[in-house]
């Protein structure tokens, strides 16, 4: 069974709601009735109803089943209004500002998902990421001790001896652009939860460098040496069962004859299935690179540090990846009681 396969399977038992801002994108409308057939979940779309069942009518699309909101017509307009004003930031906005904000589609579903009027949430495939990205982490409290957000990549890939079973995890590919020694140590912890929580394994956490345990004694080197001690000192305090290593190149952390060569004693070489990347650009590299030349099914990215599940994807989504990811957002929401439990209930952040 594929990887995604087995997510449907565990959600067919606990299907949750799925906000998708971005409701009249006929790919989410495909993906929306997708859920539906594999009965996942429930979606719900976001955008003029009638310009959604337009859409449908004319890709063949029922929409039994799928819920259907006009944020500018929505009886939960006002109660959002008065949440917004209540925010620091948004304290001087006048009632018809409020409402402006709260009629765009990625604003009213970050109000949503925040206030549990939905379980998960996805979007970004017909938008920049920043469109999406600023109402989330405007409106959306973040987890305890958790001063950032970020993201991680699932990556599906053909070849059963990569990561585990052929999934890997890719963290941060598309939010910090170069994130600090503190940043690194938390996007590792993180990316880790996520793997442990969607495979039901030890996440094994390579921080991914050009030098394997101080081969190069370049700055860059030493920052994800520094990274990975972190890291560790962090998933010890917290209690987590996951191992961590570091810096380790990209071969050395996933073929496991050149580990025994360059980190004989390491317990992460020659079979991670976390990799955290250096900076931005070499994790959304890595990514894509992956994602086209070797053929993986990509999901994500899954956004980490939020207190609920999102998802933040690429304008190259396809129907099968946005399906995927509102999976894991999906599988996210039954657990996040239990892998984040001092999370809050639900109240509005104080930003």
Known sequence: MKFIETLFSKLQRHPKRIVFPEGTEP???????????LKIGAPILLGNVAEIERI??????????????????ASDLPMFCQWLTRLQRYRNLGPGEAEGFLT????????????????GLVGGVSGFAGSLLRPLFQLVKPLPDVSFI??????????????ENGVLFFADCAVIPEPTVPQLAQIGVQAGKLCAQLTGVRPRVAFLSFSSKGSSKHASAEKMSAATAQARRAAESAEMDMEIDGELQADTALLPHLAKVKAPSSLVAGQANVLIFPDLNSGNIAAKLVEHLAGADVYGQILLGLSKPCADLSRGAT?????GAAAIVGLQAIAYRSLYPADGTGDQPEI
Do not use: W
């Not at 449908?56 to 017509?73: F, H, K, Q, V, Y």
């Not at 970020?150 to 990561?163: D, H, N, R, T, Y």
């Not at 129907?319 to 399906?323: A, M």
């Open 27 to 37: 790919r989410v409308l495909h993906a929306a009735a997708e859920m539906v057939k």
């Open 56 to 73: 449908a009518l004319a890709e063949g699309i029922s929409l039994a089943r799928i819920g259907l909101i006009d944020p500018a017509n």
């Open 104 to 119: 765009n589609p990625n604003y009213f579903a970050a109000m949503m998902i925040q206030h549990g009027q939905a379980d």
């Open 150 to 163: 970020s993201s991680c990549m699932v990556m599906a890939l053909k070849e059963p001896q990569f990561g």
């Open 319 to 323: 129907v099968e990846t946005i399906v």
